[in-house]
C-alpha cells in the first residue's frame, strides 16, 4: 500500500495478545471463521540424537496481528485463545512496520529480538574486541545496535556494538 492510499474494505488491525503457546490457534481459528491474521515467524533448528529438526517460532511470542470488522473482533475475542485485543492508533504505520518486518523475513534477514537489552541497562560484551567488558545502555538504535558506555580508569567512552554480542548482568 502506498503512500496516501487506504483501504475501504472496513478492516482494521488489532494486536491479540494471546494465552500461552496460543498463537498458531488462533491463525487456525481465523482461517476457519474467515478473518485475516498474520504471525510473522523464524525457523528455529534443533538438533535430536544426530537429526536436525526445524520449527517455524513466533518472532513475537504471544501476539498475532489481526485484520478485523466489529462482528469478526466479537469471534476473535470470544475464541478463548485471545487474553486481551490492544487496538492499533495509527493504522497506516503499523501496516507499513509490519510490511518491512514480514520483507525482512522472506529475505531471510537474521532478526532478533534482543527487548531485555534497553537503554540504562547493565551489560556485558560476550564477543568481539570488548568481549568481557561491562557496561551501560546509552541508546538504541533499531533492533540491533546500542550505544554502549563504557568506563575505563574513571573515564567514559561511548561504543557502538550489536545489541546480539551483550548479555544483561
Known amino acids: 500500500m502506498g503512500e496516501g492510499q487506504k483501504r475501504d474494505d472496513g478492516l482494521e488491525w488489532y494486536v491479540a ?12 481459528h481465523g482461517k476457519i471463521y474467515k478473518f485475516p491474521t498474520t504471525l510473522p515467524t523464524y525457523k528455529s533448528i534443533k538438533k535430536y540424537q544426530g537429526k536436525e529438526v526445524s520449527f517455524d517460532k513466533p ?3 504471544g501476539y498475532v496481528f489481526l485484520r478485523l470488522n466489529q462482528e469478526t473482533r466479537k469471534v476473535a475475542i470470544q475464541s478463548n485463545y485471545v487474553a486481551n ?3 492499533v492508533i495509527d493504522q497506516q504505520e503499523f501496516e507499513d ?3 518491512d518486518i514480514l520483507f525482512a523475513l522472506e529475505q531471510e534477514v537474521e532478526i532478533r529480538l534482543e527487548p531485555t537489552i534497553e537503554v540504562g541497562a547493565r551489560v556485558m ?5 570488548l568481549q568481557g567488558h561491562e557496561g551501560w545502555v546509552e ?3 533499531g533492533m540491533t545496535t546500542v550505544l554502549l558506555r563504557l568506563d575505563f580508569i574513571g573515564q567514559a567512552a ?3 556494538v550489536q545489541a546480539g554480542t551483550l548479555e544483561l548482568i
Do not use: I, N, Y
Open 125 to 129: 560484551v560476550k564477543s568481539g574486541p
Open 17 to 28: 495478545h494471546v494465552r500461552p503457546r496460543c498463537e498458531k490457534k488462533l491463525v487456525e
Open 59 to 61: 518472532l513475537f511470542p
Open 158 to 160: 561511548a561504543v557502538e
Open 139 to 141: 541508546e538504541r538504535f
Open 85 to 87: 485485543m490492544l487496538d
Open 97 to 99: 512496520q509490519l510490511e
